[in-house]
């Protein structure tokens, strides 16, 4: 099974920052890598697939990047409702699995 | 608009059974593969299992196997997850999620409000 490994596991930052969250696979998974928005009490949301694609209706201040093992999703500059906690997962193998998420917090 | 909603959950006993429904809504549910994925309380997503546009093919995470079957009818554009020997790690809410296109390989666009299931004497 593909470990999801992501970094850091919570984060802390203002409105108008840039932040930057690590995904890493512990095999290769080419492009296969989707992000994932979730707030409290409500189900994710698809932000960005095969690592780099924007999902319809996402807005362009979310952006992903990497092939085989290492990926990342950037915010560029951080609004209010950015602030909820963000999963990858890859869908390249069976069992499909996740990150263990990444909390995005206000400072 | 495309809607997932779930119902089927509730308060199950360890050893028991449990079937959980996914009713979609808004696009040609028959064309699409179908999953559930799970979430402790107050921890990660964990994928539980995918179906085949026509049921022929499914996969399971292994924590599951032999104890879950996920179904579908594409008559009555519904998603099932049958339960049974259900175990106190089990206790989570259960999204239904519609995979993203037609193809083999594809993440999640749409997901349901989730349903809670908890095991427990």
């Known amino acids: 099974a593909i470990r999801m490994t992501q970094s850091p596991s919570s984060l802390s930052a203002s409105t108008g920052d840039r932040v930057t969250i690590t995904c890493r696979a512990s095999?290769?998974?080419?492009?296969?890598l989707a992000w994932y928005q979730q707030k409290p009490g409500k189900a994710p949301k698809l932000l960005i697939y095969?690592?780099?694609t924007l999902q319809s209706g996402v807005p362009s201040r979310f952006s992903g990047s990497g092939s085989g093992t290492d990926f990342t999703l950037t915010i560029s500059c951080l609004q209010s409702e950015d602030f909820a906690t963000y999963y990858c997962?890859?869908?390249?193998?069976?069992?499909?699995?996740f990150g263990q998420g990444t909390k995005l917090e206000i400072k | 608009e495309v809607q997932l909603v779930e119902s089927g959950g509730g308060l199950v006993q360890p050893g028991g059974s449990l079937r959980l429904s996914c009713a979609a809504s808004?696009?040609?549910?028959?064309?699409?593969?179908m999953s559930w994925v799970r979430q402790a309380p107050g921890k990660g997503l964990e994928w539980v299992a995918n179906i085949k546009q026509d049921g022929s093919e499914k996969y399971y995470v292994d924590s599951v196997k032999g104890r879950f079957t996920i179904s579908r009818d594409n008559a009555k554009n519904s998603l099932y997850l049958q339960m049974n020997s259900l175990r106190a790690e089990d206790t989570a809410v259960y999204y239904c999620?519609?995979?993203?296109?037609?193809?083999?390989?594809?993440?999640?666009?749409?997901w349901g409000q989730g349903t809670l299931v908890t095991v427990s004497s």
């Open positions: 095969a690592a780099s």
């Open positions: 808004g696009f040609t549910f028959s064309s699409y593969w």
């Open positions: 997962q890859q869908y390249y193998s069976y069992p499909r699995s």
């Open positions: 999620a519609r995979r993203l296109g037609r193809g083999v390989r594809a993440p999640f666009d749409y």
């Open positions: 095999q290769g998974i080419s492009s296969y």
